[in-house]
């Protein structure tokens, strides 16, 4: 008898953890997927070392959000579109298997322009308006990377550690979708002809903007040009984890010292 509940337990613990398994894949695949910020391109929204996650079902699937690349290139299926503002991971269109993060201006129809460092839409400004300078904690995983010797500026934080300060402007879409990004210096990028978006595509930006390669270069010189609906992974949703890079692999204390507390639990602005 105890040989014959022996062999039971084991069937049942495997049976556990496949079910297990199966729910996992099906959550990642079809709910949430986790995506970890690599570069300081979405700042101030988003800094290197924030991990989230991102909600698969709003945009629907295609061979780019599903596992194994199944389904065919060109083609979606459920879903809605992306709304002005979304923040949106995806597949790079220019090949490979790296997903970016950025955020979405233009839509299908859009004519989408930038001047003199301010947003055009369909001929009109989008406003921009100056606040308060972005103080971000230097850290391991985030230097004060700037554009431009002349734009580095190292200032005394609150807490009296050093911080590197950003300009930083609240930008309003039409609609009201509002959020707040860096514009650093003047760059080529700042100036650019109409770009039309045709059907099928997004134009997205960084909001850290003239430290973001997006849809105002094309693929070929490492942009993401113009953004093919069918590369769209999912939208940000939350952050469920953050780390200044300090921590050791070795050292799951370190974890705990490394963790940017007041980040976790954020929403990623909309």
């Known amino acids: ?11 049942e613990t495997v049976r556990f953890a496949a079910i297990l398994f199966v729910i996992a894949l099906l959550l ?62 995806f597949r790079y269109p220019g090949g490979g298997d790296d997903d970016y993060i950025k955020r979405v201006i233009g839509l299908p ?16 400004p989008v406003p921009k308006t100056r606040i ?20 580095e500026r190292i200032v005394e934080g609150p807490d009296g550690a050093p911080v590197c300060a950003y300009p930083r402007y609240r930008e309003t879409l039409p609609g009201g979708r509002s959020y ?15 770009i039309a978006v045709p059907e099928g595509h997004y134009f997205v930006m960084g909001d850290n903007r003239d430290d973001s390669e997006d849809s105002r270069f094309p693929t070929s010189v490492g942009g993401v040009g113009l953004l093919p609906a069918d590369k769209l992974i999912g939208r940000a949703a939350i952050l469920f984890f ?25 929403s990623v602005e909309r």
Do not use: H
């Not at 990004?181 to 650019?192: E, G, K, M």
């Open 132 to 151: 308060a300078d972005y103080l971000m904690p230097i850290s391991l995983n985030s230097p004060c990377r700037t554009v431009g010797e002349e734009s």
């Open 242 to 266: 953050s780390t200044d890079g300090s921590a050791a692999f070795s050292n799951p204390a370190s974890w705990v010292r490394a963790a940017r507390w007041d980040r976790i639990g954020r």
């Open 109 to 124: 129809g859009d004519t989408v322009q930038m001047r003199d460092g301010s947003l055009w839409l369909n001929g009109e």
């Open 28 to 89: 990642r695949t079809f709910i949430v997927a986790p995506f970890s910020i690599p570069s300081g391109s979405m700042l101030p929204t988003l800094m290197i070392g924030d991990f989230l996650f991102v909600a698969k079902w709003p945009y629907g699937y295609s061979a780019a959000s599903l596992p194994f690349g199944a389904g065919s290139d060109g083609e979606r299926w459920l879903g809605a579109a992306p709304e002005r503002g979304d923040v949106v991971v």
């Open 180 to 194: 707040a990004i860096l514009d650093q210096a003047r760059i080529p990028a700042d100036d650019t002809l109409p």
């Open 1 to 11: 008898m105890r040989k014959s509940r022996g062999k039971g337990g084991l069937w």
